[in-house]
């Protein structure tokens, strides 16, 4: 898998310029269904084989990141699109705007082969309105032929040892960002308190000036180089980085992690509901998810998919094994309302700061 496979994850590419989503007309299509991806996060043929195994179409458009496709869906009102990926807090805003239908179970037989906590996620008991489809985890990704002491706290990045002042990069996007220092400070990566918001922005500001960068695209690639020693990382994308380099190891620290969770939606405007939901179902064919764990190198909630995996694959990215009652006790981030924008400000004050 090349690199150019992998820069597709869920509001987790903020570098790039949030622009397109001026571009608000809905896609024309002649196909049965249009589908919005991130580049890369299914199979190249599944559209064929969607329609190999069910007649109908499919058309695949690519966006770039949860902010550009919720402008689109936001300008259209959803029409012209069927069904969506998009991360948990962006389907919780699009229920909430009243833009996604109801999943309809009886039409999707195999969510039976997604584990139980997969219908029990916070955003979304019961998957009322959204299907999960990949989860994972944030932590610290390491060059441990490099750095003498394995990290074991998210402290280990934000006041780090004269070693690797310089030699460290943190997650641009904001969740991410402001999370680090909410574990940190034991808080909830959910957090709106403005106190303890204001902690979190001082710890973060101090932190900055021991960066190499923020980076949210191209951190594996400074670990393999030895630019960097130790950066945050989303757990798939430390497994860039571990399959050019196997010294590269994935730790979460002890004040635990974020949940992120990647989901389909269905579009209220849809006119094809029926085949959206076929279209969910062939998803989650086991075979099919198998292929998303092995190719993006991120956890699926397929229990069938996940036990298919080959033993030397698991055995390259640990990670991958992680059970699946410990990955969600971790705390699964949610929309935060109005306390988004507080979110956005508090970052750019970091950023900004000398």
Same mark, same amino acid.
């Given at each position: 898998?090349?690199?150019?496979?992998?820069?597709?994850?869920?509001?987790?590419?903020?570098?790039?310029?949030?622009?397109?989503?001026?571009?608000?007309?809905?896609?024309?299509?002649?196909?049965? &269904?249009?589908?919005?991806?991130?580049? $890369?996060?299914?199979?190249?043929? /599944?559209?064929?084989?969607?329609?190999?195994?069910?007649?109908?179409?499919?058309?695949? +458009?690519?966006?770039?990141?949860? !902010?550009?496709?919720?402008?689109?869906? =936001?300008?259209?009102? $959803?029409?012209?699109?069927?069904?969506? *990926?998009?991360?948990?807090?962006?389907? !919780? =805003?699009?229920?909430?705007?009243? %833009?996604?239908?109801?999943?309809?179970? /009886?039409?999707?037989?195999? %969510?039976?082969?997604?584990?139980?906590?997969?219908?029990?996620?916070?955003?979304?008991?019961?998957?009322? *309105?959204?299907?999960?489809?990949?989860?994972?985890?944030?932590?610290?990704? #390491?060059?441990?032929?490099? +750095?003498?002491?394995?990290?074991?706290?998210?402290?280990? &990045?934000?006041?780090?040892?004269?070693?690797?002042?310089?030699?460290?990069?943190? %997650?641009?996007?904001?969740?991410?960002?402001?999370?680090? $220092?909410?574990?940190?400070?034991?808080?909830? =990566?959910?957090?709106?308190?403005?106190?303890?918001?204001? !902690?979190?922005?001082?710890?973060?500001?101090?932190?900055?000036?021991?960066?190499?960068?923020?980076?949210?695209?191209?951190? #594996?690639?400074?670990?393999?180089?030895?630019?960097?020693?130790? +950066?945050? /990382?989303?757990?798939?994308?430390?497994?860039?980085?571990?399959?050019?380099?196997?010294?590269?190891?994935? =730790?979460?620290?002890?004040?635990?992690?974020?949940?992120?969770?990647?989901?389909?939606?269905?579009?209220?405007?849809?006119?094809?509901?029926?085949?959206?939901?076929?279209?969910?179902?062939?998803?989650?064919?086991?075979?099919?998810?198998?292929?998303?764990?092995?190719?993006?190198?991120?956890?699926?909630?397929?229990?069938?998919?996940?036990?298919?995996?080959?033993?030397?694959?698991?055995?390259? *990215?640990?990670?991958?094994?992680?059970?699946?009652?410990?990955?969600?006790?971790?705390?699964?981030?949610?929309?935060?309302?109005?306390?988004?924008?507080?979110?956005?400000?508090?970052?750019?004050?970091?950023?900004?700061?000398?």
């Amino acid at each position: 898998m090349t690199a150019s496979t992998r820069l597709r994850h869920p509001l987790k590419i903020s570098s790039i310029a949030l622009g397109l989503a001026l571009a608000l007309s809905a896609p024309a299509s002649a196909a049965d &269904l249009v589908i919005s991806n991130w580049d $890369g996060y299914m199979a190249p043929d /599944a559209m064929a084989a969607f329609k190999a195994a069910t007649g109908v179409s499919g058309e695949v +458009v690519v966006h770039a990141t949860n !902010e550009e496709i919720m402008g689109k869906l =936001v300008a259209s009102g $959803g029409k012209g699109y069927d069904v969506v *990926f998009v991360s948990s807090p962006f389907a !919780e =805003v699009l229920n909430k705007l009243g %833009l996604i239908e109801t999943i309809d179970h /009886a039409k999707i037989p195999n %969510l039976a082969n997604l584990y139980p906590e997969a219908a029990k996620l916070p955003h979304d008991a019961g998957n009322n *309105f959204s299907v999960p489809y990949t989860w994972g985890t944030t932590g610290l990704c #390491y060059r441990s032929d490099l +750095v003498k002491t394995e990290p074991t706290s998210w402290n280990d &990045l934000l006041a780090p040892s004269d070693a690797l002042k310089g030699k460290t990069t943190m %997650l641009a996007t904001d969740r991410w960002l402001l999370a680090a $220092g909410q574990l940190a400070k034991g808080y909830s =990566v959910n957090e709106t308190d403005p106190a303890k918001l204001a !902690e979190v922005k001082d710890l973060l500001i101090s932190a900055k000036k021991t960066l190499l960068a923020y980076d949210d695209t191209t951190f #594996y690639s400074k670990l393999v180089s030895g630019e960097a020693l130790m +950066v945050q /990382a989303w757990d798939g994308w430390c497994n860039y980085g571990i399959a050019e380099k196997p010294e590269i190891k994935y =730790v979460i620290p002890k004040e635990g992690s974020d949940l992120w969770v990647d989901t389909m939606v269905v579009m209220k405007a849809s006119a094809n509901k029926d085949a959206a939901f076929q279209f969910i179902n062939f998803m989650l064919d086991a075979k099919n998810h198998a292929w998303a764990a092995q190719n993006i190198d991120y956890k699926v909630p397929n229990k069938p998919a996940m036990e298919s995996l080959p033993a030397d694959f698991l055995a390259k *990215f640990p990670n991958m094994g992680m059970p699946v009652a410990e990955l969600v006790k971790f705390e699964q981030l949610r929309d935060v309302g109005d306390a988004q924008r507080d979110y956005s400000k508090i970052v750019s004050e970091i950023k900004a700061a000398q």
